[in-house]
């Protein structure tokens, strides 16, 4: 059970737009930054969105990242069949024991 | 090129030790605090461990505090976690990854498989 909560799957047509949710509370989300990551099949995690909504270098504006109040969400425009992938969203809990948290995954279906 | 390299996984029975590496190159590996992140089979990703810069500041997740270890030496540009008390639930590829801007993890390695089991 996941600290975060996302959406499990998703799905849309290439071309479309697809918004990817994640759930928190005051003592992550509410209070420090979000993180978005990309895992294709059988490979490592990639940076996508740092620091709510800032995007790496390399990355394309079609992924952009807003959070509002104790909840984020991934947003990706012109879907791709490569984006099809599972996508995670991490933040820094403050609770009783301080330590990173990620969301269980969505895992996203370009159609 | 910037590159995180992990080694030392494989296959342990239960109660055992293993210690894993993570090579970085190709940036002032100094700067950064770095993490151990894992992936157990078929599921999602679980943070397990983070240092700081100089390894002032530790944190371990809950699932892994008094048998885990993280360190590192900056002189040989390298991350280790030394795992006690292995138990079947540690099964998982094991990431490190460097932390870029606030937990935002820029550069992940391959990962290397760890197995528990008898």
């Known amino acids: 059970q996941s600290v975060l909560t996302q959406p499990p799957s998703v799905s849309a047509a290439p071309g479309q737009k697809v918004t990817i949710s994640c759930s928190g509370s005051?003592?992550?989300?509410?209070?420090?930054?979000v993180s978005w990551y990309q895992q294709l099949p059988g490979t490592a995690p990639k940076l996508l969105i740092y620091?709510?909504?800032k995007r790496p270098s390399g990355i394309p504006d079609r992924f952009s990242g807003s959070k509002s109040g104790t909840s984020a969400t991934l947003g990706i425009t012109g879907l791709q069949t490569g984006d099809e992938a599972d996508y995670y969203c991490?933040?820094?809990?403050?609770?009783?024991?301080?330590?990173?948290?990620f969301g269980g995954g969505t895992k996203l279906t370009v159609l | 090129e910037v590159q995180l390299v992990e080694s030392g996984g494989g296959l342990v029975k239960p109660g055992g030790s293993l210690r894993l590496s993570c090579a970085a190159s190709?940036?002032?590996?100094?700067?950064?605090?770095m993490n151990w992140v894992r992936q157990a089979p078929g599921k999602g990703l679980e943070w397990v461990s983070s240092?700081?810069?100089?390894?002032?500041?530790?944190y371990y997740a809950d699932s892994v505090k008094g048998r885990f270890t993280i360190s590192r030496d900056n002189a040989k540009n390298s991350l280790y976690l030394q795992m006690n008390s292995l138990r079947a639930e540690d099964t998982a590829v094991y990431y490190c990854?460097?932390?870029?801007?606030?937990?935002?993890?820029?550069?992940w390695g391959q990962g290397t498989m760890v197995t528990v089991s008898s």
């Open positions: 990854a460097r932390d870029f801007s606030n937990l935002g993890f820029d550069i």
């Open positions: 190709g940036f002032t590996f100094s700067s950064y605090s």
């Open positions: 240092i700081s810069s100089s390894s002032s500041y530790i």
């Open positions: 005051s003592s992550n989300i509410g209070n420090n930054y």
């Open positions: 620091e709510n909504n």
């Open positions: 991490g933040t820094w809990d403050s609770s009783l024991s301080a330590h990173v948290v």
